[in-house]
């Protein structure tokens, strides 16, 4: 079987969660030794798949993947990416993190499976401009509707499908993701990460995307109340790209009486996940909306202290190694804070609940379920 996979967001420089889950899931599949059986053609907006994938996956008597570099025009996905798949069209079609091509016959598309990674656009709707939520609504009820199945993340984001776009559960399969391997960085490459971006007092830390919906401006106000009358020992270490409607959240971690002791760090290199996680005092996660939560495993597997919500997927995601707050709760969040700064029995209790927590995801896993998948839909159209 020849299976087909939009590897476009996988090369992207500056990945995020759903980027780093498609370079992650198609590194894995090719790598499972199930892979032999099937070629594999992986189609890219951009060079630089050939030095990502091998030629060839483990045991192939001969090679069997093809990395199709497409050239980027203006809506790649429906215009270079519909064109290739009706020229030369796969058994199967996997999209690991966008939008199945458009087709104005659907029953001419390959078979097709789409993971979902969250419908956080209609919970928190102003969090997007109204470009993005138009876009975000049409291209997953389109996907969800013309995908043979759908790879849900989470239960919660499998629910979401169902409650949003009645999606049938008969079609929808949860798989995790899970977290790259991270080796534990050596204290001169914690002394560098720090020194990099200008760490020198401890620090609680953050890292996603600067905007409204990581709830931000009450993990501020929650440190800022920690600030009156006495200061911490400890700063507060935002880390992440600039998203939609950041500038407010800027504004006030740069202008209130903790503002010395608010570190925007920006966008944060991959090499440099490990240090900074495994130097934080702990881990603030206080999202109001996730259909995963990958940082939340990657502060786990780093051996950080986790406090996030007690909404949408992050309950089930983080099991019982984490510090549940209300995310709305400005006092509950300087509370949970507080005790992760002081209290070392409870910071010990939950790095050891972290390591066990992660083990219950694996991208070995995710991969061999989702291959299981890819062949489910290609045998149910035969």
Request: aromatic residues 8%; contains cysteine.
């Amino acid at each position: 079987m020849l299976i087909g996979i939009d590897a476009s967001r996988a090369l992207h420089p500056k990945p995020a969660g759903p980027e780093r889950y498609a370079r992650e899931i198609v590194r894995h599949l090719l790598q499972l030794p199930e892979a032999r059986r099937h070629n594999w053609r992986l189609y890219t907006d951009r060079p630089g798949g050939e030095a990502l994938y091998p030629p060839r996956t483990p045991g192939a008597a001969q090679d069997n993947v093809e990395v199709c570099n497409l050239p980027w025009r203006r809506m790649w996905t429906h215009r270079v990416l519909a064109g290739e798949l009706r020229r030369r069209p796969p058994d199967a079609l996997f999209v690991p993190s966008h939008v199945i091509p458009f087709a104005p016959m659907p029953s001419r598309l390959p078979p097709s499976v789409v993971t979902i990674h969250d419908l956080g656009y209609h919970v928190f709707p102003a969090a997007h401009t109204w470009r993005q939520r138009a876009y975000l609504t049409w291209s997953t009820r389109w996907s969800a509707a013309v995908a043979r199945r759908v790879i849900a993340v989470s239960q919660a984001t499998a629910a979401d499908l169902q409650r949003y776009y009645a999606t049938s559960p008969a079609k929808i399969r949860v798989i995790h993701e899970a977290v790259a391997a991270m080796p534990a960085p050596s204290q001169g490459e914690i002394a560098a990460a720090r020194a990099a971006y200008g760490l020198q007092r401890p620090y609680a830390l953050y890292i996603g995307s600067i905007q409204p919906r990581k709830n931000l401006a009450r993990l501020i106000e929650a440190y800022t109340k920690l600030s009156q009358p006495e200061s911490p020992e400890w700063d507060l270490a935002l880390a992440g790209g600039l998203g939609w409607l950041s500038d407010p959240i800027i504004e006030l971690a740069q202008s209130g009486p903790a503002a010395e002791r608010i570190r925007l760090i920006g966008y944060v290199a991959e090499e440099h996940l490990p240090a900074l996680l495994a130097a934080a005092r702990f881990f603030c996660y206080p999202s109001l909306f996730e259909g995963f939560g990958l940082p939340v495993l990657e502060a786990q597997r780093a051996g950080a202290p986790v406090m996030t919500s007690n909404t949408s997927s992050l309950p089930e995601i983080a099991g019982d190694a984490a510090l549940l707050v209300d995310p709305t709760d400005v006092d509950a969040i300087a509370e949970a804070m507080l005790r992760l700064s002081r209290d070392e029995a409870l910071r010990r209790q939950l790095i050891a609940a972290g390591y066990a927590n992660i083990k219950r995801f694996s991208w070995e896993k995710a991969a061999a379920e989702t291959l299981a998948v890819l062949e489910e839909a290609a045998g149910s159209v035969r």
